[in-house]
């Protein structure tokens, strides 16, 4: 089992930066990978990053790309997402999630374990 929880999570105005972080406990955070997703009301979860186990390799959706940036801590059992230069279109609860294969995974389905999510909200 891997327990997660999120936080940075907050209300911002457009234009400005968040770093979420998540931090894990229960099993070697080294052997996991990691997304971050995202749901806005009425909408699907979406990928919108991904890291290796390594912390190496990493996927951005195209909504996200050249604004947000992941990275992974191993020694600390934590990833980040720096989220920058937000948008209205940002705001959801974002969600960590890990899964023990590697590879680049964008369907939820793909990851075994799941945090509780925090709000980020970006007033214009």
């Known amino acids: 089992q891997v327990q997660l929880v999120e936080s940075g999570g907050g209300l911002v105005q457009a234009g400005g930066s968040l770093r979420l972080s998540c931090a894990a406990s229960?099993?070697?955070?080294?052997?996991?990978?990691m997304g971050w997703f995202r749901q806005a009301p009425g909408k699907e979860r979406e990928a919108v990053a991904t890291?290796?186990?390594?912390?190496?390799?990493?996927y951005y959706a195209d909504s996200v790309k050249g604004r947000f940036t992941s990275s992974k801590d191993n020694a600390k059992n934590t990833v980040y997402l720096q989220l920058n230069s937000l948008k209205t279109e940002d705001t959801a609860v974002y969600y960590c999630?890990?899964?023990?294969?590697?590879?680049?995974?964008?369907?939820?389905?793909?990851?075994?374990?799941w945090g509780q999510g925090t709000q980020v909200t970006v007033s214009s």
């Open positions: 999630a890990a899964r023990s294969l590697n590879g680049v995974v964008t369907s939820s389905s793909g990851y075994n374990y």
């Open positions: 229960g099993r070697t955070f080294s052997n996991y990978a």
């Open positions: 890291i290796s186990r390594s912390g190496v390799r990493t």
